[in-house]
């Protein structure tokens, strides 16, 4: 028995379905005023595959027919290319919701529903980025898994685990292990923060500066900046700004730089002690 | 145990390696930025080689002592505080690199 039934939106000459669905084979419920575009699904990973998750019902509209699914697809990373970012989408394959990642983009419709780009029989569902080993991930230091629809707010971080230090006098990447990796979409604003202690090893009046590079060494429009008052003087650093960078994959990172000698940012295994960085998203 | 010491800095300066675009941890790891050169990387790595890890850091200070400061008002007389300045700043940089040869001056 299938365990959806799909109407068109258009039903009744309504811009809205009316739905019977037999759910997992045990109760038929009726789905009143559907809107069109709906879709109560979010993209997430679990166990190592994509997968959707329901939100406030299981109904999605692909192409102006409303779906409803209780069996979840999933998609696994074989497949796929290391490091890249795929668009992933839902297409109903003989009553059988079904899971496609690819590289090709989408084009929203004028019912706000997103669409594979020359094939809108497959909706999209969200981002996805490989790692370099070829997986899937969602951790706090690689937020790679996006839902289009049904967004909620995301953290990201990372710390140094040990004291990071140079002596460069131009802006330099503290740790390129310790980024925070992530994917936006384009219209959705991030917030980036970092925070902790450092010193110097130089005299009174030389210069120890912190900011966050977006993607590179170029430092954001903030940053901290203090005059040493006495070598090895530990000064905290803190702040945050909100950003909108384009669509797709970014990374975050601490940039340091020093007026002379040499600055030590400190690192640590446990909290408490360690200088961090860290976003917010949505997806 | 830490794999880079407090001296490292130190180190890299007495070898003359530039410092731009790159950083270390205690951990050993190293980040250069996509602007450095290898020939740079290759000192850095020569100067991580010989290092002991466990040497104690430079002087917490700008190098210099109650006797060097007098020694150079005492011999700068005359001059003007810019002129002190550079002095005193060529000294410090001098301490913070000291070779077999500064030491002779």
Redesign the interface.
Same mark, same amino acid.
């Given at each position: 028995m299938p365990d959806q039934l799909a109407l068109p939106t258009t039903f009744g000459g309504l811009a809205a379905a009316i739905q019977l669905a037999l759910l997992d084979g045990n109760y038929l419920a009726l789905v009143r005023g559907l809107p069109v575009g709906v879709n109560n699904f979010r993209l997430i990973l679990s166990g190592g595959n994509l997968t959707l998750q329901p939100v406030n019902g299981c109904s999605v509209d692909i192409n102006g027919t409303v779906y409803a699914y209780t069996s979840m697809p999933t998609l696994a990373p074989g497949t796929f290319s290391a490091s890249t970012l795929y668009y992933v989408y839902l297409t109903d394959v003989s009553g059988v919701a079904t899971l496609e990642g690819s590289t090709t983009g989408y084009t929203v419709d004028t019912k706000g529903r997103a669409y594979k780009t020359g094939d809108a029989t497959r909706r999209l569902m969200g981002l996805a980025r490989t790692t370099a080993g070829v997986a899937w991930a969602d951790t706090s230091a690689q937020r790679f898994v996006l839902s289009r629809d049904n967004r909620r707010d995301i953290g990201a971080s990372n710390y140094? $685990? %040990? @004291?990071?230090?140079? %002596? !460069? @006098? %131009?802006w $330099?990447?503290? =740790? !390129? =292990?310790e980024r925070i990796e992530f994917l936006t979409w384009a219209e959705e604003a991030i917030t980036l923060d970092a925070h902790g202690s450092a010193y110097s090893? $130089?005299? $009174?009046g030389n210069n120890v500066s912190t900011s966050i590079g977006l993607d &590179?060494?170029s430092p954001l429009d903030f940053y901290w900046v203090w005059n040493n008052a006495a070598? @090895?003087l530990g000064q905290a650093f803190g702040g945050m700004e909100t950003w909108g960078p384009a669509e797709g994959y970014h990374y975050a990172t601490i940039l &340091?730089k020093v007026s002379? &000698?040499?600055g030590?940012w400190y &690192?640590n295994a446990s909290p408490g002690g360690r200088c961090m960085i860290s976003a917010r998203i949505r997806g | 145990m830490d794999k880079i010491g407090p001296s490292f800095g130190s180190e890299l300066r007495a070898a003359g390696v530039p410092l731009e675009g790159f950083a270390w941890g205690a951990d050993g790891q190293l980040t250069f930025g996509p602007d450095v050169p290898q020939s740079v990387r290759d000192q850095v790595a020569a100067v991580l080689a010989a290092h002991d890890p466990s040497a104690p850091a430079p002087p917490a200070s700008d190098g210099l002592t109650v006797d060097d400061v007098v020694s150079l008002l005492a011999d700068q007389q005359g001059t003007t505080v810019d002129q002190l300045l550079t002095r005193a700043k060529s000294l410090q940089a001098a301490k913070a690199a000291p070779t077999p040869a500064q030491r002779m001056e």
């Open positions: 140094f $685990a %040990a @004291n990071r230090s140079t %002596a !460069s @006098n %131009a $330099a990447e503290l =740790s !390129s =292990s090893d $130089a005299g $009174a &590179g060494t070598p @090895n &340091g002379a &000698g040499t030590t &690192g | -």
